[in-house]
């Protein structure tokens, strides 16, 4: 059976209050209007704009159209990509694909501008159709969705979070699911007789996937020298993976579930200088083992991408090279840990030793390896070297000698660029 599932965009697929929000004040800025308060602004998501300006903001009908025109103004330059995907989505969208499913977008946004965002955030290989007005014009939304939906079809779907995606797909003929995590309420999707009610896209994607397994998620970790900044990094990295609709979960090494915390504490404790390197490099591995069997693994076979600070990486620099236990005799000691699992992707901070050592040192007390000497942190830094060297498609290198801001530019557009190329090859 031929299944199509159509979404509304605005609330459905992304987060789009922070670009209409600042397109809606400076529309009614321009026409020197009083400036609604936020709650106001918020009903501007999903009614067309004509709409929302004569009933939210009292214009007429004249003065509404001349407001459009100037939120457009801004709209289709800046404001269109101030926007977010809802964590989940991405996934939700892959599966429906890789079932086979026609998967459509039906919204009251001009098609050109909603085709433009679908594609900067990489949803539009999963979209078969974008059907919105025609150079700003007012659309019924049932015309819109009838206009998505394939020549023939057996079973239909409307998803919106608002009551006229909701009141529109059921005039079309279709299924309706109230979209709860949007930016309409559940009385008003309930009030509009949704077939079918999702609090949060989880829900959504059960409704819609129930029991399939989900694509594959993404792993990638983030390795460095301690002081290169990899907190820094991290957190921005967070923030563009989450505004891209990525389903992040965090974690480090050692550590990132209770019995790896346990052994971290043991090796970073500088109680413990008396610790051979074959006993570290073996409770690593101890840690590592549990780390992927409670937290990496069920992230990555959930659809999530697992972002770690630290993997294997680091045993094969600081164990291997710093310690000089060598490369080969690490990676033959983490066999039992890894079974085989690398990151699809790693970051690697780059930033001379001594640099970085003196940024550490300038933070806070250093741990157990940080106080090693010179030689032992040049040994460590010619070891990712030599790494990097090796395996140029799993890593990307960036300069962190520069401002944070500029490096965590730099990292975000690469890896989105490496996850959207893997999503590609995935299907």
């Given at each position: 059976?031929?299944r199509?599932?159509i979404f509304?965009l605005?609330?459905?697929?992304?987060?789009?209050?922070?670009?209409?929000?600042r397109c809606?004040e400076y529309a009614?800025?321009?026409?020197?209007?009083?400036?609604?308060?936020?709650?106001?602004?918020?009903?501007?998501?999903?009614?067309p704009?004509?709409?929302s300006f004569?009933?939210?903001?009292?214009?007429t009908?004249?003065q509404?159209?001349?407001a459009?025109?100037l939120?457009?103004?801004?709209?289709?330059t800046?404001?269109?990509?101030?926007?977010?995907?809802?964590?989940?989505?991405?996934?939700?969208?892959?599966?429906?694909?890789?079932?086979?499913?026609?998967?459509?977008?039906?919204?009251?946004?001009p098609?050109?501008?909603?085709?433009?965002?679908?594609?900067?955030?990489?949803?539009?290989?999963w979209?078969?159709?974008?059907?919105?007005?025609?150079?700003?014009?007012e659309?019924?939304?049932?015309?819109l969705?009838?206009?998505?939906?394939?020549?023939?079809?057996?079973?239909?779907y409307?998803a919106?979070?608002?009551?006229?995606?909701?009141?529109?797909?059921?005039?079309?003929g279709?299924?309706?699911?109230?979209?709860g995590?949007?930016y309409?309420?559940?009385?008003?999707?309930?009030?509009?007789g949704?077939?079918?009610?999702?609090?949060?896209?989880?829900e959504?994607?059960?409704?819609?996937?129930?029991?399939?397994p989900?694509?594959?998620g993404?792993?990638?970790?983030?390795e460095?020298l301690d002081g290169?900044?990899?907190?820094?990094?991290?957190?921005?990295l967070?923030?563009?993976l989450d505004?891209?609709?990525?389903?992040?979960?965090?974690?480090?090494?050692?550590?990132?579930?209770?019995?790896?915390?346990?052994?971290?504490?043991?090796?970073?404790?500088?109680?413990n200088?008396?610790?051979?390197?074959?006993?570290?490099a073996?409770?690593?591995?101890?840690s590592?083992?549990?780390?992927?069997?409670?937290?990496?693994?069920p992230?990555?076979?959930?659809?999530?991408?697992?972002l770690?600070?630290?993997?294997?990486?680091?045993?094969?620099?600081?164990?291997?090279g710093?310690?000089?236990?060598g490369?080969?005799?690490?990676?033959?000691?983490?066999?039992?840990?890894?079974?085989?699992l690398f990151?699809?992707?790693?970051?690697?901070?780059?930033?001379?030793?001594?640099?970085?050592?003196s940024?550490?040192?300038?933070?806070?007390?250093?741990?157990?390896l940080?106080i090693?000497g010179?030689?032992?942190?040049a040994?460590?830094?010619?070891?990712?070297?030599?790494?990097?060297?090796r395996?140029?498609d799993?890593?990307?290198?960036?300069?962190?000698?520069?401002?944070?801001e500029?490096?965590?530019?730099?990292?975000?557009?690469?890896?989105?660029?490496?996850l959207?190329?893997m999503?590609?090859?995935d299907?």
């Amino acid at each position: 059976m031929r299944r199509c599932v159509i979404f509304d965009l605005d609330g459905t697929l992304t987060q789009s209050e922070e670009g209409i929000f600042r397109c809606a004040e400076y529309a009614l800025e321009k026409m020197q209007w009083k400036k609604p308060d936020a709650q106001t602004l918020r009903r501007f998501i999903g009614p067309p704009l004509v709409f929302s300006f004569q009933e939210y903001a009292g214009m007429t009908r004249e003065q509404a159209e001349r407001a459009t025109e100037l939120y457009r103004e801004r709209y289709t330059t800046v404001g269109l990509f101030e926007n977010r995907v809802y964590p989940g989505i991405r996934t939700l969208l892959r599966a429906l694909k890789k079932r086979g499913d026609w998967v459509a977008v039906a919204t009251g946004k001009p098609q050109g501008p909603s085709e433009r965002i679908l594609a900067y955030f990489g949803l539009d290989r999963w979209i078969d159709r974008v059907v919105g007005p025609d150079h700003g014009a007012e659309a019924g939304k049932a015309e819109l969705i009838r206009a998505a939906l394939p020549d023939s079809w057996d079973t239909a779907y409307m998803a919106g979070d608002r009551k006229f995606d909701i009141e529109g797909g059921k005039e079309a003929g279709l299924r309706t699911i109230g979209a709860g995590f949007g930016y309409g309420s559940e009385e008003e999707l309930r009030g509009s007789g949704c077939d079918l009610y999702a609090a949060s896209v989880q829900e959504l994607t059960q409704i819609l996937c129930g029991d399939q397994p989900l694509p594959k998620g993404q792993f990638l970790s983030m390795e460095g020298l301690d002081g290169s900044g990899k907190s820094t990094q991290l957190r921005l990295l967070t923030e563009a993976l989450d505004r891209f609709g990525y389903e992040v979960v965090h974690s480090r090494e050692p550590g990132g579930c209770p019995i790896s915390e346990k052994i971290r504490e043991i090796i970073l404790d500088r109680a413990n200088e008396g610790m051979t390197a074959e006993t570290e490099a073996l409770l690593y591995a101890a840690s590592r083992a549990q780390h992927v069997h409670d937290v990496i693994l069920p992230a990555v076979r959930g659809g999530k991408l697992l972002l770690c600070d630290r993997f294997i990486d680091s045993s094969i620099a600081y164990q291997g090279g710093g310690r000089e236990l060598g490369v080969e005799e690490v990676m033959d000691i983490n066999q039992y840990a890894i079974h085989g699992l690398f990151p699809d992707l790693t970051v690697f901070l780059d930033l001379p030793h001594t640099t970085a050592l003196s940024r550490r040192y300038g933070a806070s007390e250093p741990d157990r390896l940080e106080i090693e000497g010179e030689p032992f942190h040049a040994r460590v830094e010619a070891a990712y070297r030599e790494m990097i060297a090796r395996h140029p498609d799993r890593f990307i290198a960036v300069d962190a000698s520069r401002g944070a801001e500029e490096i965590g530019k730099d990292i975000a557009g690469k890896v989105l660029s490496r996850l959207m190329q893997m999503e590609e090859n995935d299907g």
